[in-house]
């Protein structure tokens, strides 16, 4: 009898550290998996369209002369950098870096941000197209060259060989 109460208790001991180590999130939490899609899933990014905030996600129509910011804000406890960038991604597929950069090394919060007026001459927001923002993503190590950027050099297009996340920020219909 006394067997089948410390085995029973030993079932309940591994039962309570299973439960506590799923409900924990790991080692990575609150980051999920502690994959990179994890750490933007659950940024919060902040978009403004001339001082407005708009919701993440969202469709907003722009013209020229519109000042268009976001800001992300996260925690990555990955252990590894949080290579970021935010690109526009037109409606027939032409992409174009507006911001990269890489942050922190795991292990606690970070956050980036870029602002941009629309300008009357940039052939990229044209009238009647569609524009995406994106933010892309990848966990690697720090940049060995300062500046250096995994996701793309601003002005060119997205380096989808080393994405491993996406996150629409907003949909700017041009006016």
Known sequence: MMRY???????A???????????????????????????VNSATPDIKVNGISVQPGSTTNVTAGTTVGSQVN???????????AVAAVR????????????????????GFGSSRTI???????????????????????????????LLGALGGPVNRAAVQAERLLATLVVQ
Do not use: I
Request: a negative charge; one cysteine or more; proline letters at 5%.
């Open 13 to 39: 001991v591994v039962a309570v550290v299973l439960f506590l180590t799923a409900c924990s999130g790991g080692p990575s939490s609150p980051d999920g998996d502690g994959s990179a899609q994890s750490v």
């Open 91 to 110: 409606d027939d597929g032409v992409e174009r870096v507006e911001q990269c950069g890489a942050s922190g090394s795991g292990g606690g919060g970070g």
């Open 5 to 11: 109460h410390a085995r029973m208790r030993e079932r």
């Open 74 to 84: 996260y925690t990555n406890n990955s252990g590894q950098t949080m290579h970021h």
């Open 119 to 149: 300008s009357a001459n940039d052939s990229f927001y044209t009238r009647g197209r569609t524009v995406r923002l994106v933010l892309f993503a990848a966990l690697g190590p720090t940049p060995t060259v300062p500046g250096q950027c």
